[in-house]
């Protein structure tokens, strides 16, 4: 370093040139980074990115408003038209209608309210035929409907020979109202008419009504069974043929 007037050394000062020879570099040092961040670095939270990616991953809300694009002022209308509009009437179902036209309940006659009683016996061609008769006693309409159950006894009580035979059809149900009678008729052969013995005199009669397990008794009018013959018909109304 030069010495002024022999005493200590001078500093010597930069010049203008050199000074401004460093602004310059590290002018586009300094310009360097910053590209470099913009171009490489991921944008920071809240930059101008930001809002971009949230709205790409928010979920897309339908911009129709509910009722498929109809504004408020049209929903009245839609309900006005639906009350205005009258229900069908239900029209009656077949199984309402087949219950509607079903016959009551039938009451059956019972033992307690029935009076049995024999008619005067048809005697002609080989046949025998004995009504017996079901009267009913009782204050309220009954029913009966197909075969009683017949059987002969002697004096002593003791049953002859095997039950009546069903003959015919079972034939409808016949209504007994209070004092009404319905009969079932008791056939058999006339004596002779075939080489089978014929059974003992019967003295009485059980039978028991239709749809019934109590038995009635009365007088048998001498009524015998010949040729192996026994039947009885269904019920029908009247007290005899």
């Known amino acids: 370093m030069a010495q002024r007037n022999g005493g200590a050394p001078t500093r010597r000062r930069p010049s203008a040139l050199s000074v401004s020879a460093l602004l310059v570099g590290a002018l586009a040092t300094v310009t360097a980074c910053g590209a470099d961040t913009n171009s490489g670095a991921p944008a920071p939270p809240g930059s101008a990115d930001a809002p971009s990616s949230a709205a790409a991953s928010a979920p897309r809300h ?28 239900a029209e009656p179902s077949v199984a309402t209608e087949a219950a509607s036209a079903a016959p009551a309940a039938r009451r059956i006659c019972s033992k307690d309210q029935l009076k049995l009683s024999t008619g005067r016996a048809d005697i002609g061609a080989g046949n025998v035929y004995l009504p017996l008769a079901f009267t009913n006693t009782g204050d309220a309409s009954c029913t009966l409907t197909g075969f009683p159950g017949v059987s002969l006894l002697d004096g002593p009580g003791t049953a002859i020979g095997e039950p009546a035979k069903r003959r015919g059809p079972a034939g409808p149900t016949v209504v007994l109202k209070p004092g009404g009678s319905a009969y079932a008729s008791l056939h058999t052969l006339n004596k002779g008419v075939s080489d089978k013995p014929c059974w003992r005199t019967a003295s009485e ?20 069974v010949c040729g192996g013959v026994f039947e009885v018909t269904a019920v029908e109304p009247g007290s005899r043929p």
């Open 62 to 89: 339908p911009t129709t408003p509910p009722g498929g694009g109809r504004d408020d002022k049209a929903a009245p209308a839609s309900t006005d038209r639906a009350a205005t509009k009258a229900p069908k009437a």
């Open 205 to 224: 009669i059980r039978a028991y009504p239709p749809d019934s397990y109590r038995s009635m008794k009365t007088s048998a009018r001498s009524f015998q």
